[in-house]
């Protein structure tokens, strides 16, 4: 699977998996585990797919909010499908999560906001389960932000990654028939996110709208460590000396 898809900085197979595992940032990890695990649950019937999948009715009108959460873990049975999934999932949130210095503050801000805009749209697109529309964002975003990065696919095509996200969304066209309006939504996401984050800031003085707030950054990472007065200041309670009043006598 990773030579379908050649480029980044991210590559499977080179530690055994325990080591792997624990070597991705925290968001990513726990997404796969979460994907991996409802998947497994559902093929043994242990819970049902009907049981995780998001609509308005079901979760506002009878109070079933896990499906808020559940509907971005759900990718299909265990299949092919899904490692494919799975496989796109890691890889590109993994490296996305990386290059945000593995700060899980501003990457669950990002998965959030994402989240919740993602939301508020599957209802106009009848889309009952968002997991695949959520990891088209980070896709895109990432793209995006490695303009240069040279990718091929099946080791035919070649491209730059802002071409990826419109190539899986061919690819997953044919492989369907349908038109995947997950990933288009996840597409429209990822621009905006893309836009206010690394469009926008430079035109208007640095100021980034979408930067995580001072209490979230504090939810995840506690408070900063107090700053050190540095030599040249002078504490508040010792006043700086004050030459004599009166001339030499």
Not at 21 to 47: D, G, H, K, N
Not at 57 to 70: A, E, G, K
Not at 147 to 156: E, I, N, Q, R
Not at 165 to 187: A, N, Q, R, Y
Request: glycine share 6%.
């Amino acid at each position: 699977m990773a030579n379908v898809l050649a480029g980044g900085d991210g590559m499977m197979g080179q530690f055994p998996l325990e080591q792997w595992f624990y070597e991705m940032p925290v968001c990513t990890r726990w997404w796969m585990t979460a994907a991996l695990s409802a998947s497994v649950l559902v093929q043994c019937r242990i819970i049902s797919p009907f049981q995780l999948f998001y609509s308005f009715r079901t979760v506002f009108i009878r109070s079933q909010y896990w499906r808020l959460i559940t509907t971005f873990f759900y990718f299909g049975p265990l299949s092919l499908d899904l490692l494919y999934h799975i496989f796109f999932l890691q890889r590109y949130s993994r490296l996305l999560e990386e290059s945000s210095g593995r700060s899980p503050a501003h990457f669950s801000w990002l998965l959030t906001f994402a989240s919740m805009l993602l939301l508020c749209m599957a209802p106009l697109f009848s889309m009952a389960f968002l997991g695949s529309a959520l990891s088209s964002t980070l896709i895109y975003i990432w793209s995006r932000k490695n303009p240069d990065t040279m990718l091929s696919f099946l080791g035919v095509i070649a491209f730059t990654a802002p071409y990826l996200p419109w190539v899986l969304l061919v690819f997953s066209l044919i492989m369907h028939g349908t038109v995947p309006k997950d990933e288009m939504c996840g597409i429209v996401v990822g621009h905006i996110w893309y836009f206010f984050n690394d469009v926008y800031p430079p035109l208007h003085q640095g100021h980034s709208p979408l930067d995580p707030p001072a209490w979230w950054i504090r939810l995840f990472e506690g408070l900063p460590p107090p700053e050190e007065p540095t030599e040249d200041e002078v504490p508040a309670d010792q006043p700086a000396d004050v030459p004599p009043v009166g001339g030499p006598n």
